[in-house]
């Protein structure tokens, strides 16, 4: 499943609609990946919080399901260039949890708590991607 809208902070609601509709649609409808909802959360705040400045944008955000029943996030976007994965949020998250600057603790959750996380700037789009291990009933 995929979806193409406006990275506003106003739009969180829908992005974790469609991530729950997928759930149900590719699970069943008492399944619940709670991770996948945080991640998800933080990758599209973070995209529409300052991936644009002064101006407005768009975040494609696709879900698949795997082979091996794990879910694979895609996150592409057009602003500004920024690697998740280059961020150094792990050591100011261990030594300061108070005192984390914007981006620091939900990128430090997202990388501790999903697999196979990819980053390229290709053709004036960032292009991040993850996976998660499915939680719950199947």
């Known amino acids: 499943?995929?979806?193409?809208?406006?990275?506003?902070?106003?739009?969180?609601?829908?992005?974790?609609?469609?991530?729950?509709d997928f759930l149900v649609s590719e699970f069943n409808p008492d399944y619940r990946n709670n991770?996948?909802?945080?991640?998800?959360?933080?990758?599209?705040?973070?995209?529409s919080s300052y991936a644009f400045v002064n101006k407005t944008?768009?975040?494609e955000i696709e879900l698949l399901r795997t082979d091996e029943n794990k879910i694979r996030a895609s996150f592409k976007d057009?602003?500004?260039?920024?690697?998740?994965?280059e961020f150094k949020s792990d050591k100011r998250a261990k030594d300061n949890i108070?005192?984390?600057v914007p981006?620091?603790?939900?990128?430090?959750?997202?990388k501790n708590s999903m697999t196979?996380?990819?980053?390229?700037?290709?053709?004036?789009?960032?292009?991040?991607?993850f996976e998660t291990a499915k939680e719950g009933k199947k």
């Open 57 to 59: 944008g768009y975040a």
């Open 98 to 100: 108070d005192n984390l």
């Open 116 to 129: 196979n996380l990819k980053y390229e700037y290709n053709g004036d789009c960032n292009i991040f991607s």
């Open 35 to 47: 991770l996948l909802l945080v991640a998800v959360e933080e990758i599209f705040t973070n995209i």
């Open 78 to 85: 057009n602003g500004c260039p920024f690697n998740p994965i």
């Open 1 to 20: 499943m995929k979806i193409k809208i406006e990275a506003k902070k106003e739009n969180l609601s829908k992005v974790i609609s469609f991530c729950e």
């Open 103 to 110: 981006g620091g603790l939900g990128l430090y959750i997202v």
